[in-house]
């Protein structure tokens, strides 16, 4: 089945990197390939491909059908337009358990895609996101490749950078790659724009012309390299130094302090 991502790293924001990889999902799902997702931890490939699945919602649905709320079908008809489903596999998983957590997984899916369609026609999944590949051994890919081959179905393998020179050594799966994704940091503008999000969030306009706004952007781009889980960390620590200290402006050294907390290796 698939895990539920903590609430902790659940902030999400639309970003370039985000458009671009619904470019890439929608071309996986159209085509109905093999495609390959790739980025540094935290960049946020993860909340991007549980958005566009959907799946960030459906812990919002009602635990039984007989007490459902209104919101719960508009939820249900989100999750009947993704027609994606995002699974994470445990680690150590044999190929046989793969299979059957899998189908459990579509199942169930497909169960809540059709939740409201009252006789219509069926919906069925698109397309698969496995997240954390590189916890697949080689007899638990060829079993995705398996499972690709016996369905018309895209399937998106979501890992670390690298993931694409060992698929490479598979060839029976590496043929049937269509796309490839890199999943980069934020950087320039982008970053900007997200650092100005958080500002806001803090109840504060953040000001490029003021050099204390500059040097805190400076000092924040440095400590993270636009990570987008290790801003959200960082502005966590931010925040209670800020109240703590009950200050109403971010500033180069409230930037290094919440870093002091913070266990993110050299900088």
């Known amino acids: 089945?698939?895990?539920?991502?903590?609430?902790?790293?659940?902030?999400?924001?639309?970003?370039?990197?985000?458009?671009?990889?619904?470019?890439?999902?929608?071309?996986?799902?159209?085509?109905?390939?093999?495609?390959?997702?790739?980025?540094?931890?935290?960049?946020?490939?993860?909340?991007?491909?549980?958005?566009?699945?959907?799946?960030?919602?459906?812990?919002?649905?009602?635990?039984?059908?007989?007490?459902?709320?209104?919101?719960?079908?508009?939820?249900?008809?989100?999750?009947?337009?993704?027609?994606?489903?995002?699974?994470?596999?445990?680690?150590?998983?044999?190929?046989?358990?793969l299979r059957s957590n899998l189908r459990i997984a579509l199942q169930d899916a497909v169960e809540r895609m059709n939740k409201i369609r009252r006789g219509r026609r069926i919906i069925d999944i698109e397309l698969i996101i496995v997240d954390e590949v590189e916890r697949l051994s080689a007899p638990a890919l060829e079993c995705l490749r398996d499972l690709f081959d016996q369905g018309d179905i895209g399937l998106?393998?979501?890992?670390?950078?690298?993931?694409?020179?060992?698929?490479?050594?598979?060839?029976?799966?590496y043929s049937r790659v269509g796309f490839a994704h890199h999943y980069r940091p934020l950087q320039g503008d982008e970053l900007s724009f997200v650092l100005t999000r958080h500002w806001r969030k803090l109840g504060l306009n953040l000001d490029t012309a003021d050099f204390s706004d500059t040097q805190?952007?400076?000092?924040?781009a440095r400590i993270t390299g636009g990570n987008f889980r290790l801003l959200h960390r960082l502005f966590v620590q931010i925040e209670r130094i800020l109240k703590i200290n009950d200050?109403?402006?971010?500033?180069?050294?409230?930037?290094?302090?919440?870093?002091s907390t913070l266990v993110i290796g050299a900088t």
């Not at 998106?156 to 799966?173: I, T």
Request: with cysteine; net charge positive; charged share 20%.
């Open 247 to 259: 200050l109403t402006f971010i500033t180069d050294e409230v930037v290094n302090a919440a870093r």
């Open 156 to 173: 998106m393998l979501v890992g670390m950078p690298g993931m694409e020179k060992r698929m490479a050594r598979y060839p029976q799966l």
């Open 216 to 220: 805190a952007i400076a000092s924040i």
């Open 1 to 97: 089945m698939s895990h539920a991502i903590s609430h902790r790293f659940d902030t999400f924001i639309s970003t370039k990197e985000h458009r671009r990889f619904i470019e890439f999902a929608n071309a996986v799902r159209a085509h109905r390939y093999i495609g390959l997702c790739y980025g540094p931890a935290g960049v946020g490939k993860t909340l991007s491909a549980r958005r566009y699945a959907d799946c960030h919602r459906i812990g919002d649905l009602s635990p039984a059908w007989k007490d459902a709320k209104p919101a719960d079908a508009k939820i249900y008809a989100a999750l009947a337009r993704s027609r994606t489903l995002f699974y994470t596999p445990t680690i150590g998983l044999s190929p046989s358990a």
